[in-house]
């Protein structure tokens, strides 16, 4: 509804003229002179201003003036409204100022408001400029001012002449006033009770007692306006509030007007509602407070949106997806904190940009064309981005992007919901790459189990043949070489088995650092003089875990074998345990901080070093980089199942002719823990045998000796 700027300096004509025009459904601003009115104006433009000729500071002819030769108010429909001149004179010089109307008070209600309707109706058909021009001549105005003074001073005087000069003529139009006022009150009270549904006019006695209320009251509380007629109280509810509306209306019974304050009021079915509320005393002659009048408007359903509103601006702010709202161009103009955490842009940084401060470079133009086409077309669009922090790392998204429409069904925006996918992305390869595992283990320990039966076969023949060819030397050394392949072939059978887990485990509480120490001594027969061993194990203080200790002594021989053969020159070899936190997990791939507590074993050579494609295969089983006949590739797919089987976590890293190192986080136990292990293993293990996974070359030479076992060597 069109808003009214009613300027006047009688606070009983400007509050007269809120009720009546609140009432038909217009917003309503209020000033008491020409300087205030300009000053709302310029902050809050209306649409229509009524303004009084006769005020203190500056009067209705200046605020004209003022008004029609301001840019930004001249075509702001000007009308007066008076009962200080009623010569013809004046409504010409107020329209030559360039007023739009001229009314003179008083005025019936309804003529009153369809007059400011016609004028609105009237100047929206207006073209810019069609306004009357104003003239220039500065003197002339000047002129004219002074004369409608001066015919005020006249006017004026002549009505005191006639007062005194004609008693019974003024009392006779006293008379006829108040038969006016007796009318006109009954048509500001059919307006009244016409208001909206959620308006209240209502007043009560300074006891708080309310003695009217329009009929609007049973549509906002639900009572009959006789049923209304008791003490305010009965209404409020228990809300705080409600201490703010108690002391609002005990200040108006003393006679000050109040600003508007919310009170919450009980209906008649219980329920509650909120009304915005603005309350008047009433004075007598004699200035005693005899009424209090107010205009009470039911606000709930507001405060309600409001709220809602809120609550959703909560969960938007709050919420671990990134939300980005843009213009219909695709200007960022919202972002929130989600959105700053998962790319490093500030709101500061981002708002007035695009989403191509994003771009990775890894889509083609095509990509974001397809893109582009199905959202500007009013389709939600979802999908997969590559997209690049401010750091410039790269990360996946899974994007929502949907069009904003206004109530014509234009699109006026886009907004994009979007989750951070590449924590998601890496947990789905190692669930694959454990799917393929587990395939390839089953797979594993059925061969081996056949391959054993064939073993077993072939080794207690060659003992037998051994026993009859004791005298023939020759036999005898292919008879040796026979055994000493097979137990060779045992140890890969071996391997196998432990790969498809068909191995059992021994898990106890030891102390990984003397576990470490005992593996390290192991490796001086492997290891050859060009390559030093240096070994960490951080200080003397026991680092316990729940492991097996002959599993835990492969992984760290296999890996070294591993090291030895990526340094043919020789080099550095380190071994190093330590306690880690929980905080450290999370920078593993495919891992995330759990609450735990881990154990650190790492393994780092000098070595050659990986290409990111080998070091992607590094742990599939039977790969190898390897000659023909120098591994099986089962050593680093055997050690990623002896530490998944632990609980634990692997990663590598690794460059070209920089090296490589193997990091193993194994769960360690606290001191409860290592207690309830030992009650239930009886000792403490920090021993173990030798380890049992094959990775070497076979033995076919005639007359070779196998190892018992020999450490894994896989891709380095």
């Excluded at 959703?312 to 700053?340: H, R």
Aim: hydrophobic residues 35%.
């Amino acid at each position: 509804m069109p808003r009214i700027l009613a300027v006047d300096d009688n606070v009983q004509n400007r509050y007269m003229l809120e009720v009546l025009l609140k009432g038909q459904g217009h917003t309503v601003d209020t000033a008491v002179n020409g300087e205030e009115a300009l000053d709302i104006a310029r902050r809050n433009l209306p649409d229509l201003v009524l303004s009084d000729i006769l005020m203190p500071g500056m009067d209705g002819f200046a605020l004209c003036r003022e008004w029609k030769s301001d840019e930004k108010l001249c075509r702001v429909p000007f009308v007066f409204y008076t009962a200080t001149y009623t010569d013809p004179k004046d409504e010409r010089f107020a329209l030559s100022l360039g007023a739009d109307g001229f009314l003179v008070k008083p005025t019936e209600p309804e003529e009153l408001v369809g007059f400011l309707e016609g004028v609105l109706a009237k100047c929206e058909r207006l073209e810019p400029g069609s306004q009357p021009a104003l003239g220039d001549d500065d003197v002339a105005y000047l002129q004219q001012y002074n004369e409608a003074l001066v015919r005020k001073l006249e006017s004026r005087t002549l009505q005191l002449e006639q007062r005194n000069n004609a008693l019974d003529q003024q009392l006779a139009e006293l008379q006829r006033v108040h038969e006016a006022l007796r009318a006109s009150e009954k048509k500001y009270r059919r307006l009244v009770e016409s208001l909206e549904r959620d308006y209240i006019i209502y007043s009560h006695d300074t006891a708080g007692v309310f003695t009217y209320a329009s009929p609007s009251v049973v549509n906002v509380l639900g009572y009959t306006q006789e049923e209304f007629q008791t003490h305010y109280a009965r209404y409020l509810t228990d809300n705080p509030i409600n201490e703010e509306a108690r002391r609002c209306t005990g200040a108006a019974i003393g006679g000050e007007p109040q600003a508007p304050f919310v009170a919450e009021l009980r209906r008649r079915d219980g329920t509650v509602c909120q009304l915005e509320v603005v309350e008047r005393p009433v004075l007598d002659e004699g200035g005693s407070v005899v009424a209090v009048e107010g205009i009470a408007h039911d606000i709930t359903e507001r405060l309600r949106a409001e709220a809602e509103r809120t609550r959703l601006a909560t969960v938007v702010e709050q919420t671990g997806e990134g939300v980005v709202i843009t213009d219909a161009e695709g200007v960022i103009q919202y972002v929130n904190p989600s959105f700053e955490r998962t790319t490093g842009y500030t709101p500061e940084e981002a708002l007035g940009k695009t989403p191509r401060i994003l771009k990775s470079g890894q889509h083609d133009d095509e990509f974001y064309r397809k893109l582009w086409s199905t959202i500007t077309a009013g389709r939600i669009w979802t999908g997969r981005i590559v997209n690049k922090r401010k750091d410039g790392s790269l990360f996946t998204e899974l994007a929502t992007i949907s069009p904003i429409k206004d109530q014509q069904g234009a699109i006026v925006g886009h907004a994009a919901i979007k989750r951070d996918m590449t924590e998601q992305i890496l947990l789905e390869e190692e669930l694959q790459q454990a799917g393929k595992m587990e395939a390839v283990g089953e797979l594993a320990g059925g061969v081996a189990h056949d391959f054993n039966n064939c073993l077993t076969v072939i080794m207690a023949s060659a003992q037998m043949l051994r026993q009859k060819m004791a005298t023939d030397e020759r036999c005898h050394r292919s008879v040796e070489s026979i055994l000493d392949a097979s137990r060779q072939a045992a140890g890969v059978t071996k391997s196998l088995l432990t790969f498809s887990r068909r191995v059992p485990t021994e898990k106890r509480p030891l102390d990984l650092r003397e576990t470490v120490e005992e593996a390290a001594r192991m490796l001086g027969s492997l290891l050859p003089a060009t390559i030093e061993l240096v070994v960490d194990t951080a200080g003397d203080a026991p680092i316990r875990v729940d492991a097996d200790a002959t599993q835990i002594q492969q992984i760290i021989i296999n890996l070294a074998v591993n090291a030895r053969d990526a340094m043919p020159e020789g080099g550095i070899l380190r071994v190093s345990v330590a306690p880690s936190g929980d905080e450290q997990v999370g920078d593993m791939p495919g891992t995330s901080p759990s609450g735990e507590t881990y154990a650190r074993l790492a393994v780092s050579d000098a070595g050659t070093g990986m290409s990111e494609e080998v070091r992607a295969r590094a742990f599939d089983p039977f790969f190898t980089t390897k000659p023909r006949g120098k591994g099986t590739g089962l050593g680093l797919s055997i050690i990623h199942r002896i530490v998944t089987d632990h609980g634990g976590h692997i990663d590598v890293q690794s460059e070209e002719g920089k090296g490589t190192t193997f990091t193993i986080l194994i769960p360690q136990l606290d001191t409860e823990q290592t207690v309830a292990k030992m009650a239930g293993t009886g000792r403490i293990a920090g021993e173990g045998a030798r380890p049992a996974a094959e990775d070497g070359p076979p033995v076919c030479r005639p007359g070779a000796k196998s190892p018992e076992a020999q450490p894994t060597s896989t891709p380095s």
